[in-house]
């Protein structure tokens, strides 16, 4: 009886290969779908790391990367217009001020070293990254699901875009030029935190900081109708913003907390310029800081969520 129970096994497994072999479709084709990673926060997540300092072999990396990584952009409006990149992982080309600012003439953000990484690491998969960030915009304000204009108008934002909406708006539209099967949403990265650290107008934003968080990832993942999706942010901002970062953290499932670090002698350190602009520090990462973030951002991923890349 396991005799001929075997030969029917075989019978039937050999007509499914065969017929999937006619339809031009291999087994390995249909489990695969195309990784997808939306990005989202303000002008760190923008980035300002200068693309002219990338070694030769890290500009290999990158033409690597890039031959799985499809992204798009919508970043900070300037002079009139936002700025727009669809195509392969690359640098990015920002508004005159910024290139006068941080002396820079194409720049990048944290999905670069963290899409190279993705590819060296996992290479058998096919990526879609969409970042939508704008520089000075608060998650009390402009980022916030609940948004009004009275909220909007604590930083003088009531005139910006309603930037959680427009975020949406943007993956929405992307998504839906795809077909729902060939793709999955496994993971957010989100950078923002030092506006709403700012206490000058008062210390609302700051005080409701770990609400607004919690709020904008239960959002996202009802929109998306994925209850558990990975959350990972950059612990920027001020000290009671980064506490409420971490009681996010320890609060909601699948949600990452990573603590960079000013020491040059840290393994997370991430260094800042420190040229000036108008008598003033520029701050933001430099090239090997906002490398650096990229790289722990793929840590953190792949330390809490590498069954999501298989």
Partial sequence: MNYLKNIYIKKHSLFILLFLSFAGVSLGQIAKKTKVFILAGQSNMDGRGDASKLSEAEMKLLANASQKI??????????GNAIRYNGALDFTNPWNFVKQKFRVEKCFGPELFFG??????????????????????????AWNPNWSVEKASFFNEQDKPKLYQDFIDLV???????????????GM??????????????????????????NLIISVRSHYNIPDLPFLMLGVGSKKVQNAMTQVSNK??????????????KSNYTPIYTHKW?????????????????????????????????
């Fill in 252 to 265: 909601l499932t699948n949600v990452s907390f990573i603590e960079r670090s000013q020491d040059e002698n």
């Fill in 172 to 186: 929405d539209a992307e998504l839906a030029k795809l077909q729902p099967d060939s793709y999955e949403i496994i």
């Fill in 116 to 141: 190279v990484e993705l590819v060296k690491n996992y290479s058998k998969q096919d990526y879609l990254f969409i970042k939508r960030s704008q520089g000075g915009t608060s998650l009390y304000g």
């Fill in 278 to 310: 108008k008598d003033k520090t520029v701050g933001h990462y430099n090239y090997e800081g906002m490398k650096k973030i990229g790289q722990l951002f793929f840590e953190s991923y792949q330390t809490s969520y590498a069954n999501l890349l298989q």
């Fill in 70 to 79: 499809h992204f798009v952009y919508k970043g900070t409006v300037g002079e």
């Fill in 189 to 214: 990265l989100w950078v923002q935190g030092e506006t709403d650290s700012n206490t000058s107008n008062g210390p609302t934003a700051t005080d409701t900081y770990q609400e607004n968080l919690e």
